[in-house]
């Protein structure tokens, strides 16, 4: 391997480098130049790259070319995405590349059919495209599991979003699981730029034998704060909503009429929804579609291929398009109020300006002060290069006990001690004593989900219930379907507690943007058809975006400083100053107000940090006065109610 880092592709097959061309790749990115050596070698690598950098092809090239080289049994590379959409785009992608080298590619997760199943059951391919829940399904099953015998190399695709949370511990062990299975395994990580990269290498090699390789690219940002003037009265009344708001709604239309392609994200389904909906008052048949999670697969499919076929010039959607699905060029992105994360912001504005030579284009358009602020604080952090670091969950006890109940229905009878081995090898996991471990087995077999006898632990046969109900760690609520009665057509999902409370039949919602008319509730399904009147976009159970400390301090900053960057309109640099003037907290300040029992700190302490002063605040009122507390909390505040007035001094102390 002495050819220059220039000729990378000459390491290929040639056959290979002819799909490349094909496909316009005739030169490597710096990505695909210290990528491809390394795991032509066998390496183990963590690929550390921003969008548009070819980080995809990095991986898989030099790894199609040694499955074609050395024709190992099937199935010999899983390739693991956080999403189904993503799966959708690698097949096609890897299509191009693998036909004219007669290497078969499959994909398997929960929308393929029965008869797709059983033929990566019986004749599966090289390579298999999945998800991290469809790896779970399939060491379970007997043919699948012998397949997995054979696997050689695994891609994991966007690793920083699959680490961070109860999925991301699951994963974690399937991987241990795996490698005991199947024996060693080359591992080869994409991810987005983060801040505790080492720590991100440890989620996918905990044994340490990975190299991290970041291309030297400077990616531009071009990111702009605006807080727009209210809108005139006409424009308010005709969308129905209050000036402040319509202001912002009409801002980001006018961004969406000045550019070919605009992504508009926002925080929340119901925003996308209702922003839609206000648009569609206000100018007929706007130049938008709505897409995110409860949309059916081809409401968000059609959203995906108007854009890219410039049929709109504009989709508005939450983090469903915040990862790499294929959904062509966007030459800017609009944000509506803060993005609440810095590494969000980069991965979102990221999907503008694609390639590494354009510069990735932002708007921030703020409802409020509160917004605006924070909006600046995250700016502030991305221009100076501060980023997050990706929060890994330690030693949940709840993944414990699913992958213990996962390996049962398979294995039957498994000896504890050596299942303890496999979980402490998971970098989540390596502070999870045996004794906690073996707790979690005591629980289910009170619980008579398992039967320990002697150093074994045993299945039950009601084990099978949970097995299909538990597959996946990503928290789910009851649904209902709506669907469309006049093009009978599943539109999307509506959760049960808004069904129960809100829908009836002749009553109105809003969904993909357009209102609906209630006909019957029937065996989970909603009936609707479409009816041009005014209505109010559902609420959807979700959980809130945390604000994380390396935001709060930077507002902190700014406060104390009262900083008015370049990067903001003259009326947000107005309203910002004004803001300054008032009495506010910082890191150095804490502003505790009292009055009737109520108690709000003013604590700049992040979502995490003010939960838990929170809870321990309360937790210390409830012992002192021996009634319940009620607690709520903010990034910024933390408000608690009790029945007694107590002083602002008393809290002081206890915070102290």
Known sequence: MS?????????LNPKLKESLIKNGIEEPTEAQRIAIPEILKGNNI??????????????LLPVIDRIFRERPEPISLLYITPLRALNRDMLSRLYTYCDNLNIKVQVRHSDITQSQRDEISKSPGNILITTPESLQLMMSGKKLRGHLKNVKFVIIDEVHEMAQNERGSQFSIAMERLKSIAGKIQIIGLSATVKNEDELSKFIAPEGNIKILKPSINKKMDISVIYPEPADPEISEKMGCDPQYAGCISEIYHIVEKNRGTIVFVNRRYVAEDMAFRLSLWINHPDLEVHHGSLSKESRE????????????GIICTSSLELGIDIGTADV???????RQINKMVQRIGRSGHSLEKTSRGIIVC????????????VDNINSGNLENVMIRKNSLSTVANQIMLELNYAKKIKYQDFYNIINRAYPFWELSFEEYYSVI????????????GEYIIKRYSILKYYIENISMIPSDKTYSVIDTVNKKFIGTLDEKYVVNEIEPGSFFIIRGATWRTIRIQ??????EPFPTAAIAPHWTGEEIPVLFETTSRVSENRKNHEIPGFINKRGADALLNWYKNDIASLDKIIIESYAGEIIIQILLGSLGNFTLGEILSGILTSVTGESVEMDYSPYH????????????????IIE
Request: neutral net charge; hydrophobic residues 40%; aromatic residues 6%.
């Open 302 to 313: 059609t959203a995906e291929m108007d854009f890219k076929t410039n049929k709109i010039r």
């Open 638 to 653: 933390i408000y608690i109610k009790v029945s007694r007035n107590i002083a602002p001094s008393d809290i002081e102390k």
């Open 3 to 11: 050819l220059s880092l220039k000729n990378v592709f000459a390491l």
């Open 333 to 339: 992105v609009a944000q509506f109020n803060s993005p």
């Open 442 to 453: 005591e629980l289910l077999n009170r619980t008579k989900k398992l039967i320990i006898d």
């Open 367 to 378: 409802n409020d002060t509160i917004e605006l602020e924070e909006a600046v604080a995250i």
């Open 46 to 59: 963590l690929l550390i790259s921003p969008t548009g950098s070819g980080k995809t092809e990095a991986a």
């Open 523 to 528: 065996d989970g399904k909603i009936y609707v």
